[in-house]
């Protein structure tokens, strides 16, 4: 090694070392060899040649899904791929001249590359498969549309007659409606009658944005301005769906009335925000296993007068949440318990908390199957974690002592942590008869209403006919 140990005065000093150094190293015999480098470069000069000039060929990957019909798209053009690979997640790796498409480290095919913009269509003969294909089998979202509702199978048939091969799609949007909002909510929106046609996609997009509660009310134009194919893949792999969906329309508006790029942005931001909060408060929805689309809203409060409006609105604001405190309504069956307590989920799973609907019934017949598997553990940190706990119809249950000590052990994890609201008919004085064991129950009652709001009703029961 050249370098350790030398000192040298300037960088010509250095070089000045290096050469003499070089000189010594290659003027030295090589005992592998029997000669010096210095003596095999005078005897090989004459007969080595000069390498041809390379340039070597430069590739860019992309990230592509294979397309219903067999085609993925790279700047517009369209490209074939043999039947096997519909669906698939491959890698277009663009050339200067050719395009190679990897599934995984297989090569599965190769192109002729096209000017960019110019919306070909290639398709090698041995792709001609598509001409000859019968129509292609209902995928999943369609199979479960089609189970949901005869409104949504009607809407499915509309979306094949229009996009053809290309309306598997328009059919992930519209399961994705699905997923997010509830289904009479859907079918309501999609039996209404829409000027521009709610059985496109298009459509049920601008549905979606007044079910989000979008910024912007106007129509979109039938005109688009083109995605480039990049932003597009990017989008759909950051799972930015509702982005991708509005993002030619913003870009069209906003060419067209002159916003700045800030201004843009926010609103593909605002958008993509809404619709995920949609999603996620569906979400939470679907885990919380509400029984019915109650609100507070909706609640009959001319027709049961022992409940105080005030008092419920509130306990609607949600800081005794804050507080960890609980809720108990005591009444007679029918009196309107479940539906006060399903509307105070409902607000709580509207400002981003988690929480459960849970009879207690089931709820202890949940604490007796994980004694059996031994699963009583996760059991308890699942319902622990929860922001807000309801149970309902706390009634006379014929118990084991081993189901009362689950729920006093519940119980007492979720004191000072998490709220919980109970509807039963029976006041505290009669919890000692179907939980027994007194001292627990005594300690049970002390955690529950040491931070508690216990709202007693009296008055008939909405179930009566009016």
């Not at 974690?385 to 189901?403: F, K």
Request: hydrophobic share 35%; net charge positive.
């Amino acid at each position: 090694n050249f370098y350790p140990g030398r000192t040298f005065t300037s960088l010509d000093d250095l070089n000045a070392q290096l050469a003499m150094w070089c000189e010594q190293k290659n003027g030295t015999v090589r005992r592998s060899l029997g000669f010096s480098p210095k003596e095999l470069w005078a005897a090989e000069r004459s007969a080595l040649q000069p390498l041809p000039l390379h340039i070597p060929d430069v590739m860019e990957p992309h990230d592509r899904r294979v397309d219903t019909e067999g085609y993925v798209t790279l700047h517009t053009n369209r490209y074939s791929m043999p039947e096997a690979s519909i669906g698939r997640q491959v890698v277009v790796h663009e050339h200067r001249r050719l395009l190679r498409v990897y599934d995984g480290h297989r090569l599965v095919v190769q192109h002729e590359k096209q000017p960019d913009g110019a919306r070909a269509r290639v398709t090698l003969p041995e792709h001609e498969y598509r001409r000859r294909r019968e129509a292609a089998p209902a995928s999943e979202p369609e199979r479960v549309l089609r189970a949901a509702s005869p409104v949504l199978g009607a809407m499915a048939d509309a979306l094949r007659k229009k996009h053809g091969g290309q309306a598997l799609r328009a059919m992930r949007h519209l399961h994705g409606f699905y997923l997010d909002y509830p289904t009479e909510v859907l079918v309501e929106a999609v039996q209404a009658p829409c000027p521009t046609g709610c059985w496109t996609s298009s459509g049920s997009r601008r549905w979606s944005s007044s079910a989000s509660a979008a910024t912007s009310s106007d129509y979109p134009s039938t005109t688009r301005t083109p995605m480039d194919d990049d932003l597009d893949q990017l989008l759909t792999n950051l799972k930015m769906t509702r982005a991708a969906e509005i993002l030619p329309e913003l870009l069209e508006r906003a060419q067209r009335e002159g916003w700045g790029y800030s201004h843009l942005l926010s609103r593909v931001l605002r958008e993509e925000h809404q619709a995920r909060e949609m999603r996620f408060l569906g979400h939470r929805m679907r885990r919380a296993h509400l029984p019915e689309p109650w609100t507070l809203e909706t609640f009959p409060w001319e027709r049961q007068p022992g409940v105080k409006r005030a008092v419920i609105e509130e306990l609607a604001v949600l800081g005794f949440m804050a507080r960890a405190s609980n809720i108990v309504f005591i009444g007679p069956t029918g009196t309107g318990k479940t539906g006060l307590s399903v509307g105070l989920l409902r607000k709580a799973l509207e400002r981003g908390h988690t929480g459960l609907f849970i009879k207690a019934q089931d709820l202890f017949d949940d604490m007796y199957t994980s004694l059996a598997d031994r699963s009583s553990r996760a059991l308890i940190d699942r319902l622990t974690r929860l922001d807000l706990l309801v149970i309902d119809e706390m009634g006379y249950l014929n118990l084991r002592p081993e189901q009362s000590n689950m729920f006093f052990k519940l119980m007492e994890e979720r004191y000072g942590r998490k709220s919980t609201v109970i509807s039963t008919n029976l006041k505290y004085d009669d919890w000692y008869g179907f939980l027994g064991q007194k001292e627990m129950v005594g300690a049970l009652l002390d955690r529950l209403r040491h931070h508690c709001t216990t709202i007693e009703i009296n008055g008939p029961s909405l179930r009566a006919a009016t």
